[in-house]
């Protein structure tokens, strides 16, 4: 049984492991958002576009930069606030107040997400994803390896380059 004492609820808060930190990093989906994915809300990522609910920067529209799961915060692309002496920083967000209006679906395991809750993915989403896929595989076909720079062998990991190096080429080791 969970205590309800709240000491004791900040302090688990706080020593949180980060599958337990993650699961807090959610925000509320758009009303047709719901309708579609069957979900009240979804987890968090950066790329996401949100929308602020409340606070200094409320109904404002901009995209997730960057997750901060030791502090629980987000920050935001476009949303920056000017310090005392005139150096612009970007505010960390808590979630809460923050709700999806585009959420980025590039990530195969969040539409297995939404497809768990019954919901489905609208064809717009998948196209997008569909040419950003097409782009990885000719990156992926270009970088499948490190490759000697002396005779052109391809190796799976950087060790084996290493060790290839040493082998094969002593004299260029020695340089």
Known sequence: ?????????????????????????????????REDFNK?????KSGDEVKVMRGDFKDKESEVRDID???????????????????????????????????DLSDKKREDIIKRSGGEVAEEFKEVKEEEEGEDTETKEHAEGFKCEICGDVFDSKRGLGVHKGKAHPDYMKS
């Open 1 to 33: 049984m969970k205590t309800k004492k709240p000491g004791k609820q900040r302090k688990m808060s706080l020593n949180a492991p980060m599958h337990k930190r993650q699961k807090k990093m959610r925000a509320v989906l758009e009303k047709d958002l």
């Open 69 to 103: 799961l030791k502090n629980l915060k987000v920050t935001l692309e476009d949303v920056k606030k000017e310090k005392v002496d005139g150096t612009e920083v970007r505010p960390k967000i808590d979630p809460s107040n923050l709700m999806i209006i585009d959420p």
């Open 40 to 44: 009240r809300s979804l987890g968090l």
